[in-house]
């Protein structure tokens, strides 16, 4: 099993930064690391996305101003969010998907409130 830890949540301004990192308990072959969010009264929304091959995704709102990236070395991914709204508060979850044996991991997920 793949036991994914989230960090880096936070308060912070609007116009502020955070950087996000999800630890993997170990090395593992994946389809997509992705980021997800969830705020009161929405439903969960994917935020961005990175695949096997490094191609990247990243939902409407948050283009220009999230990257994912990922660090093999370090079995993490990150999520560098800058330029931060009041809407971007959430609750962010790291996710893998991994291509065999078909599985989908979360990690706890980790606060992330802007407000003045």
């Known amino acids: 099993q793949v036991q994914l830890v989230e960090s880096g949540g936070g308060l912070v301004q609007p116009g502020g930064s955070l950087r996000l990192s999800c630890v993997a308990s170990r090395i593992f072959s994946f389809k997509s690391m992705n980021w997800y969010r969830q705020a009161p009264g929405k439903e969960r929304e994917l935020v961005a996305q990175?695949?096997?091959?490094?191609?990247?995704y990243y939902t409407q709102s948050v283009k220009g101003r999230f990257t994912i990236s990922r660090d093999n070395a370090k079995n993490t991914v990150y999520l560098q969010m800058n330029s931060l709204k009041p809407e971007d508060t959430a609750v962010y979850y790291c996710?893998?998907?991994?291509?065999?044996?078909?599985?989908?991991?979360w990690g706890q997920g980790t606060q992330v409130t802007v407000s003045s």
């Open positions: 996710n893998a998907k991994l291509p065999w044996p078909l599985a989908d991991y």
């Open positions: 990175i695949t096997s091959d490094s191609s990247t």
